[in-house]
């Protein structure tokens, strides 16, 4: 993938740290709204802001993470955030809000079954997180040129693998388009945090599914 690749009047590029808000913003707006585990907790949009932006050095510095923006105004229209698997999470997540504590054990949980069988070492395993797309540009096909370029990405600088925990059903057909197989699934019925099933008011898709793909 080459900065400034454009589609349809949308550019895709890897993600400056100018950028860091908007992104937030952006993914915030749409996680709050449709992303089953955030609603199902009540995870708010300012909430996820700070999951992301607690990101932000980590994202900037692996260049792993994605923006759409709207080639007439540099606006942003959608965003993927990245990072390498092998490397450490950043700093602070645990404090970002207690309502997301279950949603990383969720993740955690997945991520360690996933692990226990592999040497996730840096530079070899990126790691799709969230990507999201404004609402006035749903349904032009963003996310997965999103998912498409970052790929291309990855495998330019060297990564082997791309993992990915999968949501929601959009998310997961988008994926499956794209050439991932699931690994590993835990069903939203079944999961439990501190002996409560939080996420069984979601309703649709059955489970969070850990996906990978060969680069």
Wanted: glycine share 12%; with cysteine.
């Amino acid at each position: 993938m080459t900065t400034g690749d454009r589609i349809a009047g949308i550019e895709y590029a890897i993600l400056e740290a100018r950028e860091l808000g908007a992104m937030a913003g952006l993914l915030a707006e749409a996680f709050s709204g449709h992303e089953p585990p955030a609603v199902a907790v009540g995870l708010s949009a300012l909430e996820i802001e700070g999951v992301v932006r607690t990101f932000g050095d980590k994202a900037v510095g692996e260049r792993l993470s994605l923006v759409a923006r709207v080639a007439s105004t540099g606006t942003l229209a959608g965003a993927l955030l990245g990072e390498d698997f092998g490397t450490p999470p950043p700093a602070g997540l645990d404090d970002v809000s207690p309502r997301f504590a279950p949603i990383r054990a969720l993740l955690d949980g997945l991520d360690e079954r996933y692990r226990a069988s592999r040497d996730i070492l840096p530079g070899a395993y990126a790691h799709l997180f969230m990507v999201g797309v404004a609402q006035d540009y749903a349904g032009q096909g963003i996310a997965q040129q999103l998912v498409t370029r970052c790929l291309a990405n990855a495998r330019a600088r060297g990564y082997r693998v791309a993992v990915t925990e999968a949501t929601g059903t959009t998310s997961q057909h988008v994926f499956r388009k794209l050439g991932f197989r699931e690994v590993l699934a835990t069903r939203y019925q079944d999961f439990r945090f501190r002996g409560r099933r939080v996420f069984s008011s979601i309703v649709g898709p059955d489970a969070t599914v850990l996906m990978e793909r060969a680069l």
